[in-house]
């Protein structure tokens, strides 16, 4: 969940169960990874649609991660069984494979609550852990439904050894509101960027995964053709604390001060009108689900570059939308990245191209799937007789 300090943390799950707020009594158990010197509960907040309440969990860095599920449990039991007794909870909705969705898997059959899990896009590696994607499949296969937010980790968690009618695939939404085109010389003008430039944008956390250490010797290289393009890198620090100071002093290295912006995390408007004033987004992420940065940018109208990870190449279209390169081609990027700048793109087909979807319809889609599988579940227990 977002906080006050880490305002874009968990911001997909919050647009969700926000517009599942407007259907529903939604209540969020936010559970922190807290270990003594090194991580510090976040006790600060910040406004959102529906109550939240942080709980931390022992979290022990790099070790013993089977364990982090056993850890969570014991957390967020006394709030869930405390909630449960005052008003009795219809499902628990937990959001990312491990350790959430195993710890609230196991709490809810204690309490005799039905739990659906939504896998995010990290689950993919982690049911090729031995420990814990035994643990996950189990979840997977105990609990009331599963929620995948690309078809690539259905497959993932097919190929792990759950059954496939039991996994539903519900993508993320995108704000049309605020992710929209605009006009690229008022965005500039507003952002202090030069008119003329050429402008790639780039939007993600600055964690290793997202691949800004790829991007930037190819952005290097990009410039001896296009020697005023500009690089901006819209994100914050994440968990993986060593990362920024690595994009920091690569930048340095490489000699980008000046052709390099770093703006932060900022709030959505603000990322759009980033969107709004470029020629070109570029991702080169090694692990997605269901990458709404490449969303968002195409609801913008801006041709996309992004690697083939979760389902990007179901929304990157060559040619059409944008550009698709492979990780194992990463010496390929400036090219790619030239080739994108020198298409002539059609803004309003990119628009067109790209699907409506929007949370509220993602909210939609998963409340009926809840529905649908309580009630699958109910009359299943009447035929044996146990109801």
């Known amino acids: 969940m977002p906080t006050a300090k880490r305002p874009e943390q968990g911001i ?3 647009r969700r169960l926000a517009a599942m707020a407007a259907h529903a009594d939604v209540r969020a158990l936010h559970a922190q990874p807290w270990f003594p010197l090194l ?24 070790f013993l991660k089977r364990f982090d599920s056993w850890w969570m449990r014991r957390a967020i039991r006394p709030v869930l069984e405390r909630w449960h007794g005052e008003s009795s909870l219809d499902l628990i909705d937990a959001h990312f494979g491990y350790p959430t969705g195993v710890a609230c898997y196991h709490v809810g059959r204690q309490l005799g609550i039905p739990t659906f899990i939504t896998l995010r896009g990290v689950e993919a590696s982690q049911l090729r ?13 105990g609990c009331a439904g599963v929620i995948a937010v690309s078809h690539s980790l259905k497959d993932a968690a097919i190929e792990a050894g759950v059954d496939s009618d039991r996994v539903q695939v ?28 050429p402008i790639i944008v780039s939007v993600g956390s600055l964690i290793e995964r997202k691949g800004f250490h790829l991007l930037l010797p190819a952005f290097a290289e990009l410039r001896r053709a296009y ?4 690089l901006v890198i819209v994100g914050g ?70 690697t083939p990870v979760g389902d990007n190449s ?37 628009v067109r191209q790209t699907t409506k979807y929007s949370w509220s319809d993602a909210a939609n889609e998963c409340i009926t799937y809840m529905h649908s599988r309580l009630r699958a579940t109910r009359n299943s227990l009447e035929v044996s007789g146990v109801l």
């Open 129 to 141: 852990h031995p420990a814990v994607g035994r643990q996950m499949v189990d979840a997977l296969q």
């Open 314 to 350: 179901k929304y990157v279209q060559a040619g059409k939308t944008g550009l698709v390169v492979p990780l194992e081609h990463m010496t390929d990027l400036s090219a790619t990245l030239s080739m994108g700048l020198a298409h002539k793109w059609d803004s309003s087909e990119i």
């Open 170 to 197: 519900i993508p993320n939404g995108v704000d049309g509101r605020v992710f929209c085109p605009g006009d690229r010389y008022d965005a500039r003008i507003r952002l202090g960027l030069p008119a003329d430039a």
């Open 12 to 14: 997909f799950v919050r």
């Open 39 to 62: 991580q510090s509960f976040d006790r600060s907040t910040t406004d959102l649609e529906f109550n939240v309440t942080g709980q931390p969990f022992l979290y022990i860095p790099f």
């Open 227 to 230: 020697p005023k393009s500009i």
């Open 237 to 306: 620090p994440s968990h993986e604390i060593s990362y920024p100071q690595k994009i920091s002093r690569l930048i340095r290295e490489l000699n980008l001060q000046q052709a390099v912006r770093l703006p932060g995390a900022v709030p959505p408007d603000e990322v759009a009108t980033w969107l709004q004033a470029a020629d070109l987004f570029c991702l080169v992420s090694s692990r997605e689900g269901c990458c709404n940065a490449v969303l968002e940018a195409l609801a913008c109208g801006v041709p996309v570059v992004a």
